[in-house]
């Protein structure tokens, strides 16, 4: 399965970003999909997940802030990044998975894209 993210790049606190992750129509269509995030020296951390349906889960730390939509135009799945702070800081995960699943635990999830980096700057 290939995901490819893109849009990441530098930031100013307060600022926003938008993420891609572009996928093949079939994985698309009938995969979850979620964002996940690794910042230096942690371990990786779910993000936001979406079903076929459209019901999501949105962690705690960027609820209100950030916003997972699929694109069914161009069988791409967004992440809407707002007010965003230096702890946002990571490489941005794109992820799926053929069950039909919103959890956004990193076990769950069997294919990933390479990444994209995003930096915050206080």
């Known amino acids: 399965v290939q995901l490819v993210e893109s849009g990441g790049g530098s930031v100013q606190a307060g600022g926003s970003l938008t993420l891609a992750c572009a996928a093949p129509?079939?994985?698309?269509?009938?995969?979850?999909m979620g964002w996940f995030r690794q910042a230096p020296g942690k371990e990786r951390e779910g993000v936001a997940s979406?079903?076929?349906?459209?019901?999501?889960t949105i962690s705690d730390s960027v609820k209100g802030r950030f916003t997972i939509s699929r694109d069914d135009a161009k069988n791409t799945l967004l992440l809407q990044m707002n007010t965003m702070k230096p702890e946002d800081t990571a490489t941005y995960y794109c992820?799926?998975?053929?069950?039909?699943?919103?959890?956004?635990?990193?076990?769950?999830?069997?294919?990933w894209g390479q990444g994209t980096q995003v930096t915050v700057s206080s």
């Open positions: 979406i079903d076929v349906y459209g019901s999501t």
């Open positions: 129509e079939l994985i698309y269509s009938t995969y979850s």
């Open positions: 992820a799926a998975d053929s069950r039909l699943t919103r959890s956004i635990s990193t076990t769950v999830w069997d294919n």
